[in-house]
């Protein structure tokens, strides 16, 4: 559960937070910037709405196939029961591997945000939004490593958790 927590954290924040803070005045509305940067924004609320939904997908996809087992689902064909050890530990492994790949979509945005600020030239912030003296501070950088890290110990969490093999035990009812 917690692994789910924190990869839906990092996913909300991409699909919400990274576009309020790009779509203003100090990013895609700033007078000051040029087309090519402002394409380069609009790419960047893009990707982050991307990476936000695949990573939403990725971190309750197995919940969404194995909630109603039929004969068409890859982990549960027709000749064994969705309570059977077969298609137990591949809903398990179906849900380790899913929540791996979804820390990775999770943390890439917030990773490469981190990265940035190495480029030569590279400020966090426009100087005519700095506070203080003036001089450019990287402000998202605590977002950029807490969002990062929560989709990745999301991940590692959920990839080390043994308990899918109760969950997936066939109690649970399908929807018609």
Same mark, same amino acid.
């Given at each position: 559960m917690l692994a789910k927590l924190l990869l839906t954290t990092s996913a909300l924040a991409l699909i919400f937070a990274t576009p309020m803070a790009d779509y203003n005045h100090t990013h895609i509305f700033n007078p000051r910037w040029p087309p090519h940067a402002k394409f380069h924004t609009g790419q960047t609320?893009?990707?982050?709405?991307?990476?936000? =939904?695949?990573?939403?997908?990725?971190?309750?996809?197995?919940?969404?196939?194995?909630?109603?087992p039929s004969s068409r689902s890859p982990i549960s064909p027709a000749s064994?029961?969705?309570?059977?050890?077969?298609?137990?530990?591949? @809903?398990?492994?179906?849900?380790?591997?899913?929540?791996?790949? @979804?820390?990775?979509?999770?943390?890439?945005?917030?990773? @490469?945000?981190l990265a940035a600020w190495f480029y030569p030239? @590279?400020?966090?912030?426009?100087?005519e939004f700095a506070r203080g003296g003036?001089?450019?501070?990287?402000?998202?950088?605590?977002?950029?490593? =807490?969002?990062?890290?929560?989709?990745?110990?999301g991940g590692w969490l959920g990839s080390r958790r043994s308990e899918e093999a109760k969950m997936w035990s066939g109690r649970r009812k399908c929807v018609s």
């Open positions: 609320i893009t990707l982050s709405l991307i990476l936000g =939904f695949a990573t939403l997908f990725l971190t309750y996809r197995p919940d969404l196939l194995l909630s109603c064994s029961s969705p309570s059977s050890p077969a298609a137990v530990h591949k @809903a398990a492994l179906l849900r380790r591997e899913s929540l791996k790949f @979804a820390a990775f979509t999770g943390s890439i945005y917030w990773l @490469a945000g030239g @590279a400020e966090g912030q426009d100087p003036g001089v450019p501070a990287f402000p998202q950088g605590w977002a950029f490593g =807490f969002l990062g890290g929560c989709a990745l110990l």
